[in-house]
T-cell receptor, first 117, second 114 residues
Framework: GAVVSQHPSRVICKSGTSVKIECRSL??????MFWYRQFPKQSLMLMAT?????????EQGVEKDKFLINHASLTLSTLTVTSAHPEDSSFYIC?????????????FGAGTRLSVL | AQKVTQAQTEISVVEKEDVTLDCVYE???????LFWYKQPPSGELVFLIR??????QNEISGRYSWNFQKSTSSFNFTITASQVVDSAVYFC???????????FGTGTRLQVFP
């Protein structure tokens, strides 16, 4: 159980275009999902916390108009990189939080490698 | 402030060797949670374990074991009889009570050679 699907796994786009990444929890409902960015051989940096039915909470330094997050249902959150530029090239990975009475655990998608030309 | 330190950047071992991955954390909270995740070359993070700050019992799951010591703020991870499939980057992470955010360490890349 606790499977999170992320799509697409890889995207190459031209500078100036927008790219949408989907994160789905397949076998559980997730009120809260998270979006991370990972640079090569580095750790994960939290970009934002996505809450179903409300606005996302962005970490300091993350442009909310640049990285649009929508969490319209309990199983789907989307990240849209608007007007992408080469410096946005990175590995983006989402997680969905499985919440129970005794524990909260984040389960991760397989990530999306974005290359902006 | 919260912080997770994984001092070992890379470790290489030969199959069947035991290997321990170190994790040291900093937090001012008395209630917190520690995690280990595995990131194989495919990219996804695989959840391995969650431990709360009130449970210092060591845990064993097959070839994996975890040693949680509050006195040294450490949560080390040992793989016994390592296998090539264990090759991955392993991340230790911390979250404090009242927040769901994970603070990740910088990861340890483990390479297991046949």
């Amino acid at each position: 159980g606790a499977v999170v699907s992320q799509h697409p796994s890889r995207v190459i786009c031209k500078s100036g275009t927008s790219v949408k990444i989907e994160c789905r929890s397949l076998d559980f409902q997730a009120t809260t999902m998270f979006w991370y960015r990972q640079f090569p051989k580095q750790s994960l940096m939290l970009m934002a916390t996505s809450n179903e039915g409300s606005k996302a909470t962005y970490e300091q330094g993350v442009e909310k108009d640049k990285f649009l997050i929508n969490h319209a249902s309990l199983t789907l959150s989307t990240l849209t990189v608007t007007s992408a530029h080469p410096e946005d090239s990175s590995f983006y990975i989402c997680s969905a939080q499985l919440t129970s009475a005794t524990k909260n655990i984040q389960y991760f998608g397989a990530g999306t490698r974005l290359s902006v030309l | 402030a919260q912080k997770v330190t994984q001092a070992q950047t890379e470790i290489s071992v030969v199959e069947k060797e035991d290997v321990t991955l170190d994790c040291v954390y900093e937090t001012r909270d008395t209630t917190y949670y520690l995690f280990w995740y595995k990131q194989p070359p495919s990219g996804e993070l695989v959840f391995l374990i969650r431990r709360n700050s009130f449970d210092e019992q060591n845990e064993i799951s097959g070839r994996y074991s975890w040693n949680f010591q509050k006195s040294t703020s450490s949560f080390n991870f040992t793989i016994t009889a390592s296998q090539v499939v264990d090759s991955a980057v392993y991340f230790c992470a911390l979250s404090e009570a009242g927040t769901d955010k994970l603070i990740f360490g910088t990861g340890t890349r483990l390479q297991v050679f046949p």
